[in-house]
């Protein structure tokens, strides 16, 4: 969500639910406000003071401010308008005209006409008189849009006191007495001990042809094949599901899976979109960077640190420092208004999305609300914020801020020789040289031969000049896009603090915000997390950012640090529950990407402690988590339907059985494909025709971008204000944001998409064509099909219905199709594509 987008979102949520952030002195009460008393402020009021009043009567020097208060006089909350100025209170609720502000507006008394510089308009005026009248209703009057030095404390103690900040304790494992269920691990007994309480049981264990479909999608994204299942059903042991959980971990079809979990947190895309939708394209070398991070089990938090601080890390050897730079991709993949006018702007915009991403990626707080204001929900002051929001105006993301500007990239063996770069551009200018002259010859009529002949004689030369640079330059290094240190000559982003922009402006700053962590969680007392000096050119200038004291670096590395030590409150929380939400298809919190006060408070608290202690107790070690779930009793609980327990919990929060989950876009894809026996298994690289920085799709132009590959989705482009259809069809992320939980809707555009889509079709045909290859009958065939797609054996109800399907389509096709080879491969086509659109296909119970 782009920084305007953000803030409208905000002042919505406000309307909706406002609660002070910072506890300072009370202001008078204020009274009881309606949502369209509170939606009228924020559209016309507080806009009118922003723009008309806060430069003059805004914060003092003495608190950050820039000028004096005229009349002594603060417009920035409520009760300052009801203490006043020198001339006494400015406003009177309920009564306009006796209030000074209204006639300072009017222009009615010499000596107090407000703005000096211009009159109001007649409508603002008479908005200002409607809100006075209507009693000065000022939304959430106790949060300061720039809060000075607080008199009281800066948190409340129910504030300090949520769950989310508490620091991860270890709980007690529940006793339970006589299970009547089975027990296999201790998240057993955290979950059979809430469902004791609430009187209530789990259902019966899944069978074995469930367990192994459920768990194979789960881990790789696609289905088991007939003979993994068969394997499975026969082995008796007790370690026979455990054997089964090693082998998927094991795959390399497991990264393919959860790399694309994480990529929809990361905002993952091969475009930029918005505005200039140019191609990213060396975005996929982030991509599989973290399908091979998933693969090798790298620890979480290290995995953590290389994405926001790779380039800062050491490394033992190119390779190593190859992957750490492509680490850093992360911050660079968001969306960024490319044209924007305003490059101070731009810069703190781009520096917003990173720090938004990185709040809710790793700790599940929605920083960005605290861009404008104090945070409305969470106890975020705006200070904070611009203390974190520094680390990343002090990194460089941009190659620079050019109308169109480009993502930065860089080469893990450096920047080239000014003269080996030098003939690299002129190699790409004598490309697109030639590449017009061909568009030139092409538009020429075959009888202006002379005019031809010229064109061709031009193109010739300079393919001859192609030819001998690309024979002289060595290869390429692989670039890949990254970020660095900020510098003076990188658009100005040598790290230095930042200014408190009051309502999210540069142009007003307040308060200097130092180098620290959100004071909620690394206290109030903290030491700045980078050193820093007086910097002699910290000076307020129109039109520009106002910067204060110098860092020795970004801070990336510390923050990233300081998000990975073991005793940071929320980082193994969170990941702890986007595994757990991925395997149960809902959350112990049900908001993943918000741990904060508007978000769901966990079902199970001391199951999801006692997890992350866990997790970080096993190195960080995302398959020992998996493990750790899916060898419980509750993971292999059967989704058995019980009319006690579902009125009392409807919702299944308890868990008292599996909930049945519908397969994603991907999965749904790639399992048609594997079915058909058409996957093409190939990984990595990209599938981007696009060249690197080159529209994708504009007003102008259609978008180049082809899916008609037979790989994993995984793999196929994502296109920023053009996603795949497929993708659409099937809840796929709004790529823009960081998504940590998809939407899964049923709707009927997604039947009609299977029985209608090309794509769905061709498999259909590709599957029935393996069918019918092996001598037998249609019986067998039938039930080979149940087999490949459905991971159990057709009924004899199943069989029949389907013989019956396939000989009657077939008769149906007679008038049509007079080949019968042409109409038994098309029968047994529609019946194929009959099984992709059922629900068992594309869901998984």
């Known amino acids: 969500m782009t920084a305007p987008l953000r803030r409208a979102a905000c002042v919505v949520a406000t309307l909706l639910l406002a609660a002070p952030c910072v506890a300072n002195a009370a202001p008078p009460a204020a009274p009881t406000s309606t949502p369209a008393d509170d939606e009228f402020f924020e559209k016309k009021i507080r806009p009118l003071f922003a723009d008309h009043c806060i430069r003059c009567h805004g914060t003092p020097p003495a608190n950050g401010g820039s000028k004096s208060l005229g009349g002594g006089l603060k417009v920035t909350s ?43 308009s007649d409508q603002q005026i008479a908005d200002l008189t409607k809100w006075v009248k209507s009693g000065a209703a000022w939304p959430n009057d106790t949060a300061s849009v720039n809060p000075a030095t607080p008199t009281g404390p800066l ?115 091969d475009s930029n979109g918005l505005d200039e939708n140019t191609a990213f394209g060396n975005a996929w070398r982030y991509r599989d960077y973290v399908i091979k991070s998933f693969n090798a089990d790298k620890p979480y ?174 290869p390429a290094s692989p670039m890949v896009l990254a970020v660095e240190e900020g510098s003076s000559g990188a658009y100005g982003t040598q790290g230095r603090n930042l200014y408190v922009q009051i309502r999210g402006t540069y142009s007003t700053p307040g308060a200097e915000a130092p180098a620290v962590f959100p004071r909620i969680i690394a206290g109030e007392d ?54 757990w939400q991925h395997h149960f298809g809902e959350g112990l919190v049900r908001s993943p990407d918000n741990f904060g006060r508007l978000g769901d408070r966990p079902t199970h608290p001391e199951l999801l402690d006692w997890l992350a202690v866990q997790f970080v107790k096993n190195g960080w070690s995302m398959k020992k988590l998996h493990k750790l779930i899916l060898l419980s009793a509750t993971y292999q609980m059967s989704g058995t339907h019980d009319a006690k327990a579902a009125l009392a919990d409807p919702e299944n929060r308890l868990l008292w059985r599996f909930n049945r989950q519908r397969l994603e876009a ?34 102008q132009s259609k978008t180049r971008t082809r899916y008609d ?13 053009n996603v795949f259809d497929f993708f659409q069809a099937f809840d796929f992320v709004e790529p823009h944001v960081g998504t940590g939980k998809r939407a899964s809707t049923v709707i009927a555009s ?40 459905l991971a159990r054996p057709a009924t004899d109800e199943d069989v029949s219905r389907a013989v019956s399907f396939i000989q009657r389509y077939d008769a149906a096709l007679s008038t049509k199709e007079a080949d019968a080879a042409t109409r038994r491969t098309k029968a047994w086509a529609a019946w194929c594509q009959v099984l992709f659109a059922s629900s068992e296909f594309v869901y998984v119970n």
């Open 155 to 269: 948190f409340t103690p129910e504030q300090k006191a949520f769950w989310a900040f508490q620091p991860v304790r270890l709980p007690t494992v529940p006793e339970i007495q006589n299970p009547k269920s089975e027990i296999r691990n201790e998240i057993d007994r955290f979950v059979l001990a809430k469902l004791r309480d609430a009187q209530l049981s789990p259902t019966a264990p899944a069978d074995k042809r469930t367990l192994i479909r459920r768990v194979t999608f789960d881990l790789t994204g696609l289905p088991p094949s007939p003979e993994e299942v068969d394997a499975f059903l026969k082995d008796d042991s007790p370690k026979a599901f455990e054997k089964v959980v090693d082998r998927l971990l094991a795959s390399p079809n497991y990264g393919e899976r959860w790399a694309r979990h994480w990529l929809d947190v990361a905002r993952y895309a």
């Open 666 to 699: 991907e999965a749904v894809r790639d399992s048609m494909l594997v079915v058909a026996g058409t996957l093409d298994h190939t990984t990595g690289g990209t599938l981007l025709t696009n060249g690197n920085f080159e529209y994708v799709t504009n007003d």
């Open 526 to 579: 903290q030491k700045a997390f980078i050193e820093s000096k007086s910097n002699a050119a910290d000076k307020l200038e129109a039109n520009k950012i106002r910067y204060g004291a110098l860092r020795t670096s970004s801070g990336r590395k510390e923050l990233a640090n300081w998000l990975a030590d073991p005793a940071h409150p929320l980082t193994a929380r969170v990941m702890v529950n986007r595994i």
């Open 301 to 474: 938090d290290r995995f953590l640190k290389e994405q926001l601080a790779g380039d800062l890390l050491p490394a033992d050897s190119s390779a190593a420092r190859m992957e750490q730079l492509t680490a850093t991709g992360f911050l660079s993949l968001g969306p960024k208004v490319l044209a924007e006018p305003d490059k101070q702007k731009m810069l703190l915009d781009i520096a917003d999305e990173q720090l938004d991403t990185v709040g809710k990626a790793f700790m599940g707080l929605t920083l960005g609300c605290a861009r404008c204001h104090d945070h409305k929900f969470d106890p975020i002051p705006t200070r904070d914020y611009y203390s974190l929001l520094a680390v990343f105006t002090s990194t460089r993301t941009m190659q620079n801020l050019n109308t169109v500007a480009r993502t930065f990239e860089r080469s893990p063996d450096g920047p080239e020789k000014p003269e080996i770069k030098a003939d690299r551009q002129k190699l790409e200018q004598l490309r697109k040289d030639v590449r017009k002259l061909e568009s030139e010859f092409s538009k020429l009529p075959a009888t202006e031969k002379e005019k031809r002949a010229e064109i061709a004689a031009k193109a010739d030369e300079k393919r001859a000049e192609i030819k001998k640079l690309e024979a002289a330059l060595p």
């Open 750 to 789: 997604q039947a009609l998409y299977l029985m209608n889509n090309p794509f769905v079709t061709e498999q259909a045909k590709a599957f029935a064509d393996s069918l019918l290859k092996p001598e037998g009958n249609d019986e067998d065939r039938v039930k080979s099909a149940y087999l490949r797609a």
């Open 78 to 120: 409520r009760a300052d308008l009801l203490k006043g100025g020198e001339t006494g209170p400015s406003i009177v609720p309920g009564k306009p005209d006796k209030s000074l502000l209204i006639k300072a507006v009017e222009y009615t008394e010499e000596g107090m006409k407000m703005p000096p510089k211009g009159k109001l």
């Open 709 to 721: 590959s037979l790989r994993r989705s995984i793999y196929l482009p994502v296109i920023r204000n």
